[in-house]
């Protein structure tokens, strides 16, 4: 069989075409919303977050079983040797069975179980502010990848621009009209362009990669994103953020439990410096040696007593009043936070409405600045066709175009990450 070039050219188009739609098979299209969900079932940071609420949790079983009667089972061997078994009974064997009973402990128990609680709600809202922040940065990611896709795309258009435009200054060099220079210029700037488009599938590959971690995916990127840097980039128009963000956030809502919290710990302090009061049930037998029931000498022996037992705090050098003292100074500690943080959200919120604000006035000009730009271009390729410019000129006219093609990509993410901002500012992550 006769290979011919044609032939072999045709061969392997066919099957680098068979390979790039395997790929594409391959991988995964995959959108901002489902990078979400990914995040908050997959994340490493929001699993640790919910076995927190299942310590919680088991706290709070262990709790709720304080002030509650307890049973204890307990079996004791016994042998004396000379000469304590000529008065006690040689050896035997004593199963006890112990019953306790809390009766009044200065309401300590029940505050217990309420902290217990709270601190269930407070672990439920820590996970809540961690999957905003997960949520928050996997947003933030996703945009690196659309903005490192549309920087290639970009690089790609240049160097087909670039590749043309060499081709013209060539063949004006060749004819006499134009310099050397303009040529190598052209070069460089080709160069420079292939650079460009390295770092933008660098810039790609890294942020893949770190999307996948934040979602769960470990180090797999076999995953493509499918939005673009289009929509639309308005300007906001709110009222009320502020207050609907303090009722939202986590932060506030775990500043207000912990402070709901201190304040029942200084009511368990102020118990410390009540009676207790408790009730104790025991029941006691032996087996052994004859003689061990001290009634009748018999081998066996049952019995069983009770106790009461009053607890009341005299004297601890100041020690406890002093522990409800510093209870009291947290508290006011905790209310100064709290106070705090609702003045630093309010700051916050303004802040993120503004930069979104901000950044759909960047978008608005760096679109006109670009339209300005393709025109600017347009009409030096046309100048150079009839020979009124250089070369040169119209290399400062691609790079212009360049350059405004790039701040709008870098516009129209930075307005993606501002809207991602807002809405973990407001709490609605």
Not at 17 to 31: C, D, E, F, H
Not at 253 to 277: F, H, N
Not at 295 to 317: D, R
């Amino acid at each position: 069989m006769k290979w011919t070039v044609k032939g072999i050219l045709s061969g392997a188009l066919i099957i680098v075409s068979l390979l790039m739609s395997s790929l594409a098979v391959a991988q995964r299209s995959i959108t901002l919303e489902e990078v979400r969900q990914l995040a908050i079932h997959q994340n490493n940071n929001v699993k640790a977050a919910e076995q927190n609420i299942q310590v919680a949790e088991a706290q709070k079983h262990q709790a709720d079983a304080s002030g509650k009667f307890t049973l204890d089972g307990a079996v004791t061997g016994f042998y004396f040797g000379k000469p304590l078994n000529t008065i006690l009974p040689e050896y035997g064997v004593s199963p006890a069975l112990n019953f306790n009973q809390p009766i009044y402990s200065g309401g300590k128990n029940q505050l217990g179980r309420k902290v217990a609680a709270l601190t269930v709600n407070i672990q439920t809202e820590r996970k809540a502010l961690t999957t905003s922040d997960v949520l928050y940065n996997t947003e933030v990611t996703y945009w690196q990848v659309v903005s490192a896709k549309e920087q290639i795309k970009l690089a790609e258009q240049s160097h087909r621009q670039l590749t043309a435009l060499v081709t013209d200054i060539n063949n004006q060099y060749t004819a006499g009209l134009t310099y050397k220079n303009d040529l190598l210029r052209a070069r460089v700037q080709q160069n420079q362009n292939e650079l460009n488009l390295r770092q933008a599938n660098d810039a790609l590959t890294v942020a893949m990669l770190n999307l996948a971690q934040l979602t769960g995916l470990g180090d797999s990127i076999e995953f493509v994103v499918s939005d673009s840097i289009n929509g639309t980039f308005d300007s906001l128009q709110t009222s009320d953020l502020t207050v609907r963000a303090q009722s939202l956030r986590s932060e506030i809502r775990i500043q207000e439990k912990t402070l709901e919290s201190a304040r029942l710990q200084e009511r368990i302090y102020k118990g410390d410096l009540l009676p207790s009061v408790s009730l104790g049930i025991s029941g006691v037998s032996a087996f052994g040696k004859q003689g061990i029931n001290p009634e009748n000498s018999s081998n066996s022996m049952a019995s069983y007593y009770g106790l009461v037992t009053v607890n009341v705090p005299i004297f601890a050098w100041g020690k406890r009043s002093e522990k409800v003292k510093e209870q009291q100074f947290r508290i006011q500690s905790q209310e100064h936070l709290l106070r705090e943080s609702r003045e630093i959200i309010s700051v916050q919120v303004q802040q993120s409405v503004l930069q979104v604000n901000q950044s759909a006035r960047r978008v608005k000009l760096a679109e006109l600045s670009l339209l300005q730009a393709e025109e600017n271009l347009r009409l030096s390729k046309d100048r150079l066709q009839a020979g009124t410019i250089v070369g040169k000129d119209v290399l400062e006219a691609q790079t212009i175009w360049q350059q405004a093609y790039s701040s709008v990509i870098e516009s129209k993410v930075g307005y993606r990450i501002a809207e991602a901002n807002l809405k973990r500012t407001l709490g609605e992550h």
